[in-house]
């Protein structure tokens, strides 16, 4: 017998009755295996996610050492780069020191001169207007 929404009872034939039961049994076969297909792909999905990070962490292990060297190369390389520059820096100024102190007699020289060509035209001046007074005193009615 088969209950209908109000809870009464629904006599069908017995092979309409039949059909009804062979087609509910079909549609819960069908979903309980369309389940099943479902979790089957998703532990596929999930098994191949698996062994693809225990590759990735496989691969990562085994290249640590050369990543490390590599590391430990640039490191090196980067130093002497530092060291290099370092020497070529002292070198230039040592270089600049050695030709200060080779130039220093030489701008003494051109210094001494300039105050002393400096002083003989302030001399000259002082001279020129002296004369240019002494002049005026001699020209000037007494």
Known sequence: MIYNDE????VMKPRQADKRLVKEAERLAKEQARREASFDREQVIEETQR???AKRAEKSV????????KEQARREASFS???VIEEAQRVGKAKRAEKS????PEQLAKEKARKKAFFAKEQAIVEA??????????????
């Open 51 to 53: 062994v693809g990070k």
């Open 7 to 10: 809870g009464g009872c629904v």
């Open 129 to 142: 207007r002296e004369a240019r007074k002494l002049k005026a005193k001699k020209q000037s009615p007494e």
């Open 62 to 69: 085994a290249d640590e050492p050369e990543q490390l060297a």
């Open 101 to 104: 102190v080779a130039d220093e």
């Open 81 to 83: 780069r530092e060291q």
